[in-house]
Antibody, heavy 122, light 111 residues
């Protein structure tokens, strides 16, 4: 059973960037699609984007296009999510998750990482 | 505003059954049998409870069931237990450009 362990909490200044890592263990990392989902304080879940091995490139939610970059490093079984031009509204818990689907219709997430709190404050 | 609409809260007594609705459109819920449900306890990561409308992952209690009719999906929890008190989120595939959309979440209170 694959497990995902994320990097620790971050405090960032507005306008800066943050890079969150997600290390997988217990499975064949190269075969997994991975997504990132965020949750602002007291709010719901919001899909940011994901990377599907067969495509080799990431797909992003329109809201985050141009500001988010999702990558993977197969040598370390680690996925990364970098968000730039941070603003206070980006304060949230960021989750990675293994992304599943059939016929390339990736749609459900299991398991999830423990989450990484990113606080954007001057 | 979330893409999928869920009631903000539902409640039930131990042993009862409750149903949480998740309403989308013909571009997401209505077009694909690809709805999933997640349970989230305070301060914890979401946990998959149902995928592909009605399938249960290994280890999830059979008290949890899912269904769909038209543009609305539903999660039913039978025999409510105190440990079921949590937030529940629905999620639907929405095509190869949007990929997935989430509901706003429903807080379940076990009275």
């Amino acid at each position: 059973q694959v497990q995902l362990v994320q990097s620790g909490a971050e405090v960032k200044k507005p306008g800066s960037s943050v890079k969150v890592s997600c290390k997988a263990s217990g499975g064949t990392f190269s075969s997994y699609a991975i997504s990132w989902v965020r949750q602002a304080p007291g709010q719901g879940l919001e899909w940011m984007g994901g990377i599907i091995p067969i495509f080799g490139t990431a797909n992003y939610a329109q809201k985050f296009q141009g500001r988010v970059t999702i990558t993977t490093d197969e040598s370390t079984s680690t996925a990364y999510m970098e968000l730039s031009s941070l603003r206070s509204e980006d304060t949230a818990v960021y989750y990675c998750a293994i992304w599943f689907g059939e016929l390339l219709e990736y749609n459900w997430f299991d398991p999830w990482g423990q989450g990484t709190l990113v606080t954007v404050s001057s | 505003q979330s893409a999928l609409t869920q009631p903000a809260s539902v409640s039930g007594s131990p042993g009862q059954s409750i149903t949480i609705s998740c309403t989308g459109t013909s571009s997401d819920v209505g077009s694909y049998n690809l709805v999933s449900w997640y349970q989230q306890h305070p301060g914890k990561a979401p946990k998959l409870m149902i995928y592909e409308v009605s399938k249960r992952p290994s280890g999830v209690s059979n008290r949890f069931s899912g269904s769909k009719s038209g543009n609305t999906a539903s999660l039913t929890i039978s025999g409510l237990q105190a440990e079921d008190e949590a937030d529940y989120y629905c999620c639907s595939y929405a095509g190869s450009s949007t990929y997935v959309v989430f509901g706003g979440g429903t807080k379940l209170t076990v009275l």
